[in-house]
């Protein structure tokens, strides 16, 4: 297995692995951008099946869509 498979591999487990924790997961390029309607995924979570298709793919960043869903909320301060 290569480097880059390898990272594939990692990112998929942990995309899961956030899933399991009750977060919705979803995927982001590179520039931070989602690679998905994400709107959706603010009132349901992906299926397994989803976060499989999605992060199968080189590139592809982990995103959480925080809020109710998640039970996730984020204070983002810049001086």
Do not use: C, H, Y
Not at 26 to 55: H, T, V
């Amino acid at each position: 297995m290569n480097n880059l498979d390898n990272n594939t591999n990692q990112k998929l487990e942990q995309a899961l692995s956030l899933l399991k924790l009750g977060w919705s997961v979803i995927p982001l390029g590179i520039d931070k951008k989602p690679l998905i309607e994400w709107k959706p995924f603010q009132s349901e979570k992906a299926s397994e099946e989803q976060i499989k298709e999605w992060f199968s793919k080189p590139e592809v960043n982990i995103g959480v869509v925080t809020g109710k869903i998640s039970n996730l909320i984020v204070v983002d301060i810049d001086p």
